[in-house]
């Protein structure tokens, strides 16, 4: 008798057949070719969103080419996907379009960035070690690395001290006449600070051997702070690049690469001030009321040569008030023309102590052109006055009234930040009277000195003294 197994296990009629297993078909590719190539390795093509077919490359096995499809279909669900031929471009060409398409800079912005494009970025630089030198320009974008970005910025910082020192040795040996006056003055002779030297005093200097020791040069500057702002441009261009998903991530990792602290600068005295001002003689003297103002106000080179007329309003009370509405734009082989002021925060008004109110308004009556669009301060074309003569016309004056040479003009308007901080100004007042966007920028003006920290110190001793004797104590004493 059988049982319902062995009818199951029971053969059908005829001899038992084997058993054939159909073989499961391949999934159908969705996105993409897998090919086998004949070295026997795995292809892997697709198309990408423009229609264009690309090969990813080749793998050792099929799973290998169908991951890297299934990554490149990831991509463009995302909208991540880039086409990889973008990442193929020489850095030199981004960089280059990059600039150009940065319509809102400012004009001097625009030519301090392409001069450290051209000069730092996109050069040949001296690679440390005794490497071969690095162009970063000639590497395709998708070779940015973090390694190679610090090579560059070592050789780069290489670089910029060593122009940094040969700028320098140029500025503080400027010939034989600086050495042979340095030479006279040692042995008490009476030589001017400028001018012809008496044929004399070279003779005798010739004589001695043209000793060249009695010059002090001051220290080089180290040229950190174009290096940095060379590392700054390049991770800004990079940072595009990454918005653009030509790059994965930015490669400028280096820590602290792009800041450089302003090396410390003492602001000249109001004495300093005065003495310069005064030094000012002949036909440059139209100038000596800018000087002054300069000190007062802190306004800008730029802003205080683009002043007008119309901008000085004399007050019922006597004082003065400047609305800083234009700057000049000085860019290298180009006319001077005037443009809007730094940022937003430049256009304000700025009133004037005494002092410089009738230095101002006495220059109004004695060199200025009439009219209400007549420069306060130019040429006796009327024309604006440029950098560079104002800068040697500045370097005269110091030189005859024997102040210290490191002076410059912008830090008549550090002169001027300090005394409003000094005098009590809110960093929201110096920031305003600045024309500043941030209050970070207004504290870089705020220089200290022994004497406001003797005043500091003798404020703090009449308000311990106003305590006693209120019996009032501090509150860190009352638990």
């Not at 054939?20 to 999934?27: L, S, V």
């Not at 030589?191 to 010059?215: D, I, M």
């Not at 290096?227 to 990454?242: D, E, F, Q």
Request: aromatic share 6%; charged share 25%.
């Amino acid at each position: 008798m059988s049982t319902s197994h062995d009818l199951d296990d029971a053969p059908t009629t005829g001899p038992a057949a084997p058993v054939r297993r159909r073989r499961k078909a391949p999934a159908r590719r969705t996105y993409g070719t897998v090919r086998q190539r004949p070295s026997g390795r795995w292809q892997a093509i697709y198309t990408g969103p423009d229609g264009l077919r690309r090969p990813i490359g080749t793998f050792d096995t099929r799973g290998d080419a169908d991951a890297a499809l299934s990554g490149v279909h990831a991509d463009v669900a995302r909208g991540t996907y880039r086409a990889p031929e973008r990442a193929d471009l020489p850095i030199a060409d981004y960089a280059r379009r990059w600039l150009a398409r940065q319509r809102d800079l400012a004009p001097r912005t625009r030519e301090l960035y392409g001069r450290l494009l051209e000069g730092w970025v996109l050069a040949d630089l001296r690679a440390p070690g005794g490497r071969a030198p690095i162009n970063l320009g000639t590497y395709p974008l998708r070779s940015l690395s973090p390694t190679l970005v610090a090579e560059w910025q070592d050789a780069l910082v290489g670089a910029t001290e060593r122009a940094g020192v040969a700028a320098a040795q140029r500025q503080h040996d400027p010939g034989p006449g600086a050495h042979a006056r340095a030479w006279a003055r040692e042995r008490g002779l009476t030589v001017g600070a400028s001018g012809r030297l008496p044929a004399v005093v070279l003779e005798g200097w010739r004589a001695a051997g043209s000793p060249s020791t009695a010059l002090v040069a001051r220290p080089a500057k180290t040229g950190r702070t174009a290096a940095a702002r060379a590392y700054s441009l390049l991770r800004t261009i990079c940072s595009s690049a990454v918005r653009e998903r030509l790059i994965e991530s930015n490669p400028c990792q280096v820590p602290r690469a792009g800041q450089a602290k302003p090396a410390e600068r003492v602001p000249p005295t109001l004495r300093e001030v005065e003495a310069i001002a005064a030094a000012y003689t002949g036909d440059a003297a139209r100038f000596r009321a800018a000087v002054t103002v300069a000190a007062w106000s802190g306004l800008r080179a730029g802003e205080l040569f683009a002043l007008e007329r119309r901008h000085v309003e004399r007050l019922p009370s006597g004082g003065v008030r400047l609305r800083v509405e234009q700057a000049l734009v000085e860019l290298i082989g180009q006319p001077v023309t005037f443009g809007p002021p730094k940022s937003a925060a430049g256009r304000r008004t700025v009133h004037l102590p005494a002092e410089a109110a009738a230095a101002i308004l006495e220059h109004l009556e004695r060199w200025t052109a009439p009219g209400a669009t007549s420069l306060v301060f130019a040429t006796r074309t009327g024309r604006p006055l440029r950098r560079a003569p104002r800068t040697q016309a500045f370097a005269r004056a110091k030189a005859r009234a024997g102040v210290r040479p490191d002076i410059r003009w912008h830090d008549l308007r550090h002169a001027g930040a300090t005394i409003a901080a000094q005098a009590g100004a809110t960093l929201a007042e110096l920031q305003h009277r600045m024309g500043h966007s941030t209050i970070a920028a207004a504290m870089v003006y705020q220089h200290s000195s022994d004497d406001a920290d003797a005043a500091l110190a003798a404020r703090m001793a009449d308000r311990a003294a106003a305590l006693a004797s209120s019996n009032v104590l501090p509150l860190a004493r009352r638990a």
